[in-house]
């Protein structure tokens, strides 16, 4: 394999980590969620072992990241959103308006503390 598709594979692995751990899940938990064996999602994650399409389609539909982001480093550094602040998006459209007034109100109170 060429270094190239090395690196491709280790980035995948690092984002589909990122990803799971994201979403709150445990290895075992995507495991029995993608019908796969713990250590695979083990191998996967460790850039040992290579990901399916189909396999990369389902992990972004379970963490409900895009198969860009997985696939492409690039992609990320070029301004799309980190992961994290997506599932933050998420959740906090799912509150009722005067919770995330509060919710706001908490953040600017911790951005305003200095370290």
């Keep these: 394999m060429s270094p190239g598709g090395t690196g491709k594979r280790?980035?995948?692995s690092v984002r589909l980590r990122a990803a799971r751990e994201m979403?709150?899940?445990s290895q075992s938990q995507v495991a029995e969620l993608m019908h796969l064996h713990r250590p695979t999602i083990t191998e996967i994650e460790a850039g040992r072992?290579?990901?399916a399409s189909d396999e990369l389609s389902k992990?972004?539909?379970l963490y409900q990241v895009?198969?860009?982001w997985l696939l492409d480093d690039e992609h990320a550094e070029s301004g799309e959103l980190d992961p994290r602040v997506q599932l933050a998006a998420r959740e906090l459209g799912k509150l009722a308006?005067?919770?995330l007034d509060r919710i706001l109100a908490l953040i600017k109170a911790v951005k305003g503390v200095t370290h």
């Design 10 to 12: 280790s980035g995948i």
């Design 59 to 61: 992990f972004a539909d």
């Design 23 to 25: 979403a709150g899940l």
């Design 49 to 51: 072992r290579k990901v």
């Design 97 to 99: 308006p005067t919770d």
């Design 66 to 68: 895009s198969v860009n």
